[in-house]
Every structure is written in C-alpha cells, then in structure tokens.
C-alpha cells in the first residue's frame, strides 16, 4: 500500500512541477470528453425528452435499446469505431483514426445511451399535470416541453453528470481508436494503463489522484447548474 | 434557464476550441511497434532526430507483434517496427508489406523467481527448461496475445513437443511489462525478451535462469506498408524511416542505446547495409 502514499507525493510532485506533459494528458482529456460530453448532451436531453413525452408504436423495444446503450462496453464501441475509421473501412477517408477526433466519436457513442436514458427517467417523474396547466394557459407545445425540463432539471444535470462519469473514466475505446499516441491521443486513463504496465506505479497512481480531482471539481461546478433545484 | 443557457455557450466555445485544436499535424507517419521497443524507451531515442530531420509528426502507436501486423493488413499504419520474422514474411507473401529488413536483435531469457522451484538454472536449452516447468507443473505465465514474444514462446515449446495446458500454464494476453509484473506477484516462469526485463528488473522479483540457446534470438524487422493496396498509406515517409532506421548512424545509436543506464547494451544492430 506504500505505492498510495508514494502516489500522492507524486501527485503533488506532477502537478505544482508544472510537468508540460501531464497537463498535456490532463488538457487534452478534458478536451476529448468535454467536447464528447456536450455533443452527446445535445443529441441526449432532447431525445430522452422526445421518448419521455411521446407515445408512438415500438417505443417499449426503442426504450430498452436504449437502456442496453446504457451498458455499452467501451471496448466494443471502440473496436466498432475502429472498424468503421480505418483506413480498410467505410470512413476511412477521413483520416481521423488516431486522432482526437476518433476519441470524441467513441465517447459521444458511450455517453448518449446514458444520457438519454436518465434525462428520459426525470422527465416522466415530473407531474404530468403541468404540461395540461401550463398549456391551458397559453404555452406553446415546445414551451410546455420547456417548463417540464426545467422542472425535471435535478435528473437532467445527473444525466449529464452520469455521462461524464462514462466517458471521462473509460479507457477500452480510447485505447483502441486514441491509440494512446504520446503527444498526440493519450489521456490520463491510457496513461495510467502504460505507467501501471511499466510497473511505475507511484507516477500511475500520482494520475489516478489528478483524475479524481479532476472528475470532482467539474461535477462541483455541474451542480452548481442544479442550483436551486437542489436546495429545495 | 438563463443560467443552464450560458453555461451551455460556454461549453460550445470550449468544445470549438477543442475540435480546433483536433484538426492538425499536417505531416504524419504512422509507425506501428511492439512493447519492447517503446517499454524500453529506444524509440525516444530514435524518433525525435527523424522528426527533425524530416519535418514530420512520428505516430508510435506501441501494441503486440500481432495487432502490429494487423494494423499493417488493414492500411492504418504507414510502417511497421516488429519482431516475428515467421509472422512478417507471410505478411510480405501475402502482400500486406514490402522491403523487409532486419535492424536489430537481442535475445529471450527465461526468468523466474531465484528459488527456481522447478531446477532451469543454467540448463543450456530453452526446450529441455520448457519441459521440466511442465513435468514440474510450476506456474509459467504466457503472454497469449500473439505478440512477437508470444510466437517465439510457442515455438520453444512446439520444439520440446509440449502443448502446455493445465492451470499451471496462465496466458494473460498482456504487454511484456505488465506480464513481468504478474510473473513477480505470482512467482512465476515467464520468457521475456531482455531490453524489458533489464528495464523494469529493479520493480521485480525475477532473475534470469536460461540464456544463451540460439533458439532464444530475438531479431527484429522493419517493414513498409504496400502502397499498392490503399492510396492513404503514407509509403514515401515510410522509406525514408526505413533508410533512417538502418542507416550506419541509427545503428550506432542502437548499439550505445542503454549502456549508460544498464551497462550493457539492449539491442545489437545488424542491418545488413551495416
């Protein structure tokens, strides 16, 4: 168990040294996820608000797909991303395996399910009276749709929360499309991966610590979105 | 939802600037190697002189021998750094690759934990070794993952005429550093090429029992990508890293590479313009 004591010395040691290369790591995974996050976001709350408020034959087999993507493993999304990005396969004219931009595509797929899925749970949980009220007094249906997400918004921000959750702790589909490219596609979880298999296990735990830190204060500044909400 | 509304704008401009900063590296040669030579740190000392020289963003993407080739067959990587010779001259027959040449060798040892509960110590060939590990049933991990290393282990024990099984043989289907590791915690056999075992002795329990068989050579190869099979593939690129990488001047650098830090070199080059 030394190695934690060593690892937090070594935390310490990587972050106020400055140490271009792992806020590189550090940047560029919050780049790849934050980027992944708020595309997925897009796509996801308006979804899950559309499965939430619609009725529409196959919804039932359309929800449980959803909660299967809830699920997805990261490898097998990555070796599908990997597949379809290569240079032998269907996009591989893009040129973007290896690149952050492949990273980004696997994480949107890892993260989307999740949000939906949630944003779709705190949306049917609110009143379904208020959508009757606020449209008998006057309210556009995408007004309605509005008044309920803000009711809804405590899940909305765990939805979103719960994604980045996914998708900034994932190491399966980064690994495989990233190819964890010194400079260029490795993050802090593929850095840890080579440091642990190097047997450097202070620096691995030492980037271990700033993930943590790092998970922590952008779900702090997340629930600051729920506010009021949360006070109630 | 004025609040959730900024914060969004905010989000949008960072994931922009991310996507900006995705878009780049005008020149790039993909090079796809094994383990051992990235774990070793040899590649730091060879590719950055390229880089410069060359004005081009090298790409190491450091995975087994096998997924190496594979990366090859499927076009993703311009040129490959591997060590399965068998492996690539069938992926030069099969035209996946072009110009093969040896750059370097060094040697598999078999290490193990320095009570040697099954009695290798000093034998002198690596398939007699083989064999007592399994007549012993002591536990022997195996890298399993088609790996250069991996290959060169199933040989050894294709010539003792063992097909181990049993719960003493463990494949792990991990990186060659990561499988020492393992080997150390358990206590256990394991064929390891030196340059890893040499750079990663000081975390591990494990000491060499067997070397010096010839059967235990280790060379490694260089090969370029065909060109003829996908447009993309960046050949030119590929060439110059072949002639850079067995010129008499990278040559040196292999041979020097380690001794200042190890004592004894990790790689000996033997390309033949050398």
New interface residues.
């Given amino acids: 168990m030394e190695e934690i004591g060593h690892g937090l010395w070594r935390a310490f040691q990587l972050i106020f040294s400055l140490d271009p290369q792992v806020w590189a790591i550090l940047l560029l995974s919050l780049?790849?996820s934050?980027?992944a996050?708020?595309?997925a976001a897009l796509l996801g709350v308006p979804f899950g608000s559309w499965l939430a408020l619609t009725r529409f034959r196959g919804r039932r087999p359309v929800v449980a797909l959803v909660y299967t993507g809830m699920g997805l493993p990261p490898v097998v999304v990555g070796l599908i991303v990997y597949l379809a990005l290569?240079?032998?396969?269907p996009l591989?004219?893009l040129?973007w395996?290896?690149?952050?931009?492949a990273m980004?595509i696997a994480q949107v797929v890892i993260a989307l399910p999740i949000i939906a899925g949630f944003t779709m749970a705190a949306v049917m949980g609110v009143n379904p009276n208020l959508k009757q009220q606020v449209t008998s007094l006057g309210a556009t249906p995408w007004q309605a749709t509005?008044a309920i997400l803000?009711e809804a918004?405590l899940g909305v921000i765990v939805a979103i929360i719960a994604g980045f959750g996914g998708i900034i702790s994932e190491v399966g589909a980064v690994m495989m499309v990233g190819?964890?490219?010194?400079g260029?596609t490795r993050v802090l979880t593929t850095a840890i991966v080579l440091e642990?298999?190097?047997?450097a296990f202070a620096t691995a735990v030492a980037l271990g610590i700033i993930l943590l830190t790092i998970t922590f204060l952008v779900n702090v500044a997340l629930l600051r979105?729920q506010?009021r909400a949360f006070e109630r | 939802m004025q609040k959730v509304g900024s914060i969004f704008i905010i989000l949008v401009l960072a994931s922009l600037a991310a996507a900006l900063g995705c878009s780049r590296s005008p020149k790039s040669l993909t090079l796809a190697t094994t383990t051992s030579t990235y774990d070793t740190g040899l590649l730091d000392a060879l590719v950055p002189p390229f880089e410069k020289a060359n004005k081009v963003k090298v790409k190491v993407v450091a995975v087994g021998t096998g997924q190496a080739l594979a990366l090859g067959e499927r076009g993703d990587a311009d040129v490959l750094l591997v060590h399965d010779p068998k492996g690539e001259a069938k992926f030069v027959a099969d035209g996946f690759g072009v110009e093969r040449q040896d750059v370097m060798y060094n040697d598999f040892v078999i290490v193990g934990p320095s009570s040697d509960p099954a009695g290798i110590k000093n034998m002198k060939i690596a398939a007699q070794a083989f064999t007592q590990i399994a007549q012993r049933q002591t536990t022997f991990i195996s890298r399993g993952d088609e790996s250069g290393t991996h290959t060169k282990e199933k040989t050894i024990w294709q010539q003792a005429g063992i097909s181990p099984q049993g719960s003493w043989y463990q494949a792990v289907g991990q990186g060659m550093g990561a499988t020492l590791n393992l080997a150390s915690e358990k206590g256990a056999y394991t064929l390891t090429d030196r340059g890893t075992y040499l750079a990663y002795q000081r975390n591990l329990g494990l000491t060499i029992l067997v070397e010096g068989d010839e059967a235990l050579r280790n060379q490694y190869g260089v090969i370029a990508v065909n060109p003829a099979r996908l447009p993309k593939i960046k050949y030119d690129l590929a060439r110059k890293f072949i002639d850079y990488i067995t010129s008499s001047e990278t040559q040196k650098v292999i041979a020097n590479f380690g001794r200042d830090k190890y004592g004894q070199s990790l790689f000996f080059p033997n390309a033949s313009n050398n």
């Fill in positions: 780049q790849v934050g980027t996050l708020v595309i290569s240079r032998s396969g591989g004219g040129g395996l290896f690149t952050p931009a980004v509005l803000q918004r190819g964890n490219i010194e260029s642990t298999s190097k047997g979105l506010g």
